[in-house]
């Protein structure tokens, strides 16, 4: 069996983005989630960057949208996140939650 | 709907240079922010940001190549100055007081018994502007064919090559203008010269850089064409 891929801090952000945001997950929006959620502000090159890897890690796809006026005539470019994607991202957060449990600083949300 | 007109530089240096967007869906959806309201500023940041990220992962993917591609780039950049300086040897003599190497911003020579009397104390003469203009002349159209060189390279993906040296360019151009202002506090000999050099070299030679790579693309594409 292949060995399953590890996500970066930001490549995890990025994916739970794509999958709270669903069919209309592209740059701008995946940013703009990403910005809402942690409150901090994000370079759209980091997000672009992320995708890429993303992509050649198998775990999102993507496809080419309508173009707009707005946009210049050009498309957008949606991304969702594949079923091996899923699969990581669920093992991630299991893995996360098993290093979280036990930890005595963190218990009952005083830290 | 009216749309704003958006930087044109920016685009044009988002469209060569960033990698993974040939369906310009990058470009729609920084053109998108632009028109709802995001200003110039902005739209140069990200499109610095998304093509400096692209070249940080172009050089991850391949450090040795790229490494190696610079290191020749600036030898050759060196050694043309320095069959150029050779050339215009008489002009020079006596002339000015100080060549600086710039294939090596680093390595600044100081010309000794190049005066006509053949002390070998450094004279600091005013800088001859003629002569400047022509040497700074002459450095453009080298950096040009270095560009049109950096473009052509088969090792590393020359997108990466040319950016790589560009943004070295840049920072040596930038140490070069502190430390010009540094000597200008100082009350330096032609100090406000060299400055004002820097501060036109920092825009003008990434353009002619850029201009002899995308020269040299066009030629690529067009002979790939005509096959």
């Known amino acids: 069996m292949a060995a399953q891929p590890s996500l970066s801090n930001f490549e995890l952000m990025v994916m739970l983005a794509i999958l709270r945001i669903g069919d209309d997950a592209y740059g701008v929006s995946i940013s703009d989630e990403i910005e809402e959620t942690t409150g901090s502000s994000v370079l759209l090159g980091s997000v672009y960057d992320a995708l890429s890897r993303l992509g050649e890690k198998g775990l999102i796809v993507s496809s080419l949208g309508e173009a707009t006026p707005e946009r210049g005539g050009r498309a957008k470019r949606h991304f969702r996140a594949t079923t091996r994607g899923l699969q990581v991202v669920r093992e991630t957060q299991r893995t996360l939650v098993k290093l979280w449990k036990g930890i005595p600083q963190l218990k009952g949300g005083e830290a | ?227």
């Open chain 2, 1 to 227: 709907m009216r749309l704003r007109p958006v930087p044109r530089a920016a685009t044009w240096l988002l469209r060569e240079y960033y990698p993974s967007s040939p369906d310009e869906s990058v470009v729609g959806d920084l053109t998108e922010q632009y028109q709802r309201g995001r200003g110039r500023v902005w739209y140069w940041r990200q499109v610095l940001a998304i093509v400096l990220v692209g070249l940080f992962r172009g050089i991850w993917q391949n450090p040795k190549g790229v490494v190696g591609g610079l290191i020749k780039a600036w030898f050759v950049r060196g050694i043309l100055h320095f069959g150029v300086f050779i050339v215009l040897l008489p002009l020079y003599r006596s002339r000015l007081h100080r060549i600086t190497a710039n294939g090596f911003p680093l390595l600044t020579i100081g010309l000794h018994g190049l005066s006509k009397n053949g002390t070998s104390a450094r004279i600091d003469s005013e800088i001859q502007w003629p002569l400047t203009v022509l040497t700074v002349f002459v450095g453009l159209i080298i950096l040009g064919m270095i560009g049109m060189d950096l473009a052509s390279s088969s090792r590393v993906h020359p997108r990466t090559l040319v950016l790589a040296y560009l943004t070295l360019f840049v920072a040596a151009t930038i140490a070069s203008i502190a430390t010009h202002t540094l000597e200008l506090f100082l009350n330096q000999p032609n100090a406000l010269g060299y400055l004002l050099l820097d501060l036109f070299a920092l825009p003008v030679a990434p353009a002619v850089l850029l201009w002899g790579a995308s020269l040299r693309k066009k030629a690529t594409e067009a002979r790939s064409v005509a096959f």
